[in-house]
């Protein structure tokens, strides 16, 4: 079967930096995707690595190993903006994504 | 602008009762596809299409059903027959069915079966 793991919770204060893992267990992988949700609202795109190594984006980056089936979303410079549920997605055929179960991440003063 | 519409935010519904969930995209985008979004839960594939008039199953099809006889719209119906229907659902869509493309979410319908 398919199935991705993410830590449920994570807690940091403003200005810090924070990652959050990614493991999966899939077929056909094609990538790992990283989402944003702000509590009620639609999740937002964040990154997509397709090979290993680190994407940068700003304040937000993303690592993938696919001999370690492994991926983390790295936050810089944490904002209270920044509060909010992540979740890592792989990318399967024709362009299916499956969700992991979210991260939610507390920014704290 | 671009963008995924859906309709109604809330909405709310006897028991017993089937209801159809708008999605709408002006993207133009090929791929569109319906998501189940439980408290704290992450998404759930429910139907998803990569072309008109074609549509697949995803990981949690029973009791819903879906339609693509426009390339714009990708109507929902949650049928009597979906045993825990209260929940909120999100329409995406992608530019169509290679190994990636980025999906764009519409604001969700949150559905209450009373």
């Known amino acids: 079967g398919q199935s991705l793991e993410q830590p449920s919770e994570v807690t940091a204060v403003e200005g810090a930096i924070v990652q959050i893992n990614c493991t999966y267990q899939t077929s056909g992988f094609y990538g790992l995707s990283w989402y944003q949700q702000h509590d009620g609202g639609a999740p937002t795109f964040l990154s997509y690595?397709?090979?290993?190594g680190l994407e940068e984006t700003g304040r937000f980056s993303s690592f993938l190993s696919r001999s370690d089936s492994y991926g983390y979303l790295l936050l810089q410079e944490l904002q209270m903006k920044d509060s909010a549920s992540y979740f890592c997605?792989?990318?399967?055929?024709?362009?299916?994504?499956?969700f992991g179960q979210g991260t939610e991440l507390s920014v704290k003063p | 602008d671009g963008g995924i519409t859906q309709s109604p935010k809330y909405l709310f519904r006897k028991e017993g009762q089937n209801v159809t969930l708008s999605c709408e995209q002006n993207?133009?985008?090929?791929?569109m596809y319906w998501y189940r979004q439980d408290p704290g839960q992450g998404l759930r594939l429910i139907y998803y299409s990569q072309i008109v008039n074609d549509f697949q199953k995803g990981d949690i099809a029973e009791g819903y059903s879906v339609s693509r006889e426009k390339k714009e719209s990708f109507p929902l119906t949650v049928t009597s027959a979906q045993k825990n229907p209260t929940a909120f659902y999100l329409c995406?869509?992608?530019?169509?069915?290679?190994?990636?493309?980025?999906?764009?979410f519409g604001p969700g319908t949150r559905l209450t079966v009373l």
């Open positions: 993207l133009n985008h090929d791929a």
């Open positions: 997605a792989v990318s399967g055929q024709g362009g299916k994504l499956i």
């Open positions: 995406a869509s992608s530019l169509g069915e290679s190994s990636y493309n980025e999906q764009f």
């Open positions: 690595n397709a090979l290993d």
